[in-house]
């Protein structure tokens, strides 16, 4: 009722009635072959250099990058973080493949409990499915291994990133999306830095609601 | 409830011109929104070819809306959501409240939506006992104060630290008197601890929307703290509130629009936390809703396709046309009485509540263009403002003098020859009258110039009279 009432509102604006038959076509066809728009020069790079601009972007949005040659560096990197910042060495952790192949028992101060993320947790490990050099973004898809409350409710937030994928333009992150994943999963965030607002007096100050922290580390495999 | 006071516009603009606290707030802010965007700018050699493709991008999705909202329809369905068609403000505040009271909701978390606002859902939430808690920063102090957001991304644009402490002491009654806000921070870590709770707690989680994408039925929502995503994680349930113009086709209409999005509201290359969500958990998630409804909002916004206002339909909502506006950095947002400020809201609020209610706000402006030329969607915002000029003449709403006056004009306009002679006639006279201090601190019949500047004598010829004989001489 109230649905026909806002189409037809519509169409008698455009003065038509129902699209024909063979635009709708035409415009099923544009929906399935979503076609690109300009892509900015800016990531136009090879990937070496995307990954620079990657670390450039992260660090100038306030977030750190700490780079490690294989999965097996990730324990110290995350380990030195943590001492780093005087930060608690209990984290809650992605139960994906990826983090799960980490020898954490290398460094056994580490705490680590799989799961989402709950209130009291202080720091929180997950995987990012890609990233994006032309704003350091990181992209964050929901799944069963990657819990979304793990990127909010901590207030540290690391992020365990595999070089291989890292893209330039947003545009190939959805790509490699839709390959990979297929539809749309429930929730896919796209993170650029840790939590801020700049609402008090149009300040900007880092730690709003989300992380006051984001450190990714970059697995240059 | 907050009833618009548009039409006291003129008095308004007084009061917000002597309230020092708002003076304050705009001198400090103002000239900051516009150095970040000219930065963000400058640091993308494509921004004036991507402004045209969002443009275009727009249009494409508005000359094909109703197709384009079915197929959204369709694709959150597949996903396990629901869309609930509404009409106007009381059918989607009837919406809401049938959801929230359905799953038996006593809190309710949200989301900043400038569409809420619009609607008013918070208060009637709360007329039926449903407490809402705002938790954008911004959002929060204002429903703490029971004021209208006096910017469409910045809600407590016009506050001070002094203002902030206050609400807190006045509203957080466990508050220790000893407790110190020397710094920003102190005021973002009570608020964050509070908020923290609400998150916690909530039943239902109502977020806005910037856009929607009918490809496979997600909407999205641009945040820097990451309140709308704990908003739209937590609780059992998600409501998206979103007016039908913000759906685009694809994804990779609704990357470019975010590529010009954030650059123009806040000067940042992009926002902290860009989510698209789509229907409800999945089949082994640990989190995230269990029901997810769409609010899908009309309000006025069918009627103004195929008229002269349907550009205003591609607006994201960025601010850049208030940051940059003359008339909002001297008053501020809340002169213009109702929800949207500045030139977008001076041409969006005659639409929504009536040009008989808000004439003012379109005349509200010195044309100047800057909106124009920093809209990410390239409304024509100054030509917008000047069809509700007409259409205020045309419907006889305008005050008497002016019509009258405007009448005059017209008549000598009409009539060339007569219209030189009056003007060399005019500026003459006055000339003569002014010629020994050179203008003139009160003349009668132009009590509303010289009340707050000199009108300075006209000196030599006419504009006409220059104009035809640098013509002549060829030196134009």
Known sequence: MSKSLVLNAIRRGLRRGELPADQQTMLRGRLASHPRHLLPARSRLPHPEQINLFVRNVEKEFGSVARVADLSGVPAAVADYLTAHNLPSRLAMAPHPDLQAVPWNERPMLEIREGRAQATDAVAVTQAFAAIAETGTLMLPSAPERPTTLNLLADTAIVVLRASCLVGAYEEAWDKLRAEIGGMPRNVMLVTGPSRSADIEQTLELGAHGPR????????? | MHVATSPAFKENATKAIGNAGLQKALARSGPSFIARRAAAVAGLPEFEELRNTARDIKNHA???????????????????????????????????????????????????????????????????????????????????????????????????????????????????????????????????????????????????????????????????????????????????????????????????????????????????????????????????????????????????IGTEFQEMLRCIRCAACMNHCPVYGAVGGHAYGWVYPGPMGSVLTPGLIGVDQAGHLPNASTFCGKCESVCPVKIPLPKLMRHWREREFER?????????????????????????????????????????????????????????????????????????????????
């Not at chain 2, 902030?164 to 608020?191: C, G, N, S, V």
């Not at chain 2, 219209?419 to 019949?445: E, I, Q, V």
Request: charged residues 25%; glycine residues 8%; hydrophobic residues 40%.
């Open chain 2, 396 to 476: 006889h709403l305008s005050p008497a003098a002016y019509r009258t006056n405007l009448g005059l004009w017209a008549w000598f306009a009409r009539r060339p020859a007569l219209y030189r002679l009056a003007t060399r006639a005019a500026a003459a006279s006055l000339g003569w009258f002014g010629r020994k201090k050179g203008k003139f601190a009160s003349l009668p019949f132009a009590g509303g110039w010289t009340g707050g500047r000199d009108l300075p004598a006209p000196e030599g010829d006419t504009f006409f009279a220059r104009y035809a004989r640098a013509q002549r001489e060829g030196t134009l």
């Open chain 2, 62 to 304: 508005l000359a094909n809306l109703d197709f384009y909202l079915e197929e959204y329809e369709a694709n959150v369905v597949k996903a396990g959501g629901q869309v609930h068609w509404c009409t106007d403000a009381d059918a989607a505040r009837a919406a809401v409240l049938s959801i929230c009271q359905r799953v038996g909701a006593k809190t309710v978390t949200k989301g900043k939506s400038m569409i809420g606002e619009e609607i008013a859902i918070n208060h009637h939430l709360e007329r039926h006992g449903i407490t809402p808690v705002e938790t954008d920063l911004g959002e929060y102090i204002i429903q703490l104060r029971d004021e209208l957001p006096s910017h469409i991304i910045a809600p407590a644009f016009h506050l001070n630290m002094e203002d902030w402490e206050e609400a807190f002491r006045k509203h957080h009654t466990d508050l220790d008197p000893a407790r110190e806000f020397l710094e920003r921070r102190d005021i973002l870590t009570e608020a964050r601890t509070k908020l923290r709770s609400s998150f916690l707690a909530a039943d239902v989680g109502i977020t806005g929307a910037n856009f929607l994408i009918a490809e496979t039925g997600s909407s999205v929502i641009v945040t820097n703290e990451g309140n709308g995503d704990l908003t739209q994680t937590l609780p059992r349930v998600h409501i998206v509130l979103a007016s039908i113009e913000k759906c685009v086709p694809t994804i990779e209409d609704c990357t470019s629009l975010l590529r010009v999005l954030a650059r123009s509201a806040t000067g940042q290359d992009f926002s902290v936390y860009t989510t698209f969500s789509t229907g409800v958990r999945r089949p082994g998630d640990l989190d995230g809703p269990e029901e997810y409804h769409v609010i899908l909002i009309d309000n006025g916004r069918s009627a103004m």
């Open chain 1, 213 to 221: 922290n984001l450190h990714v580390v970059l697995v240059e495999d």
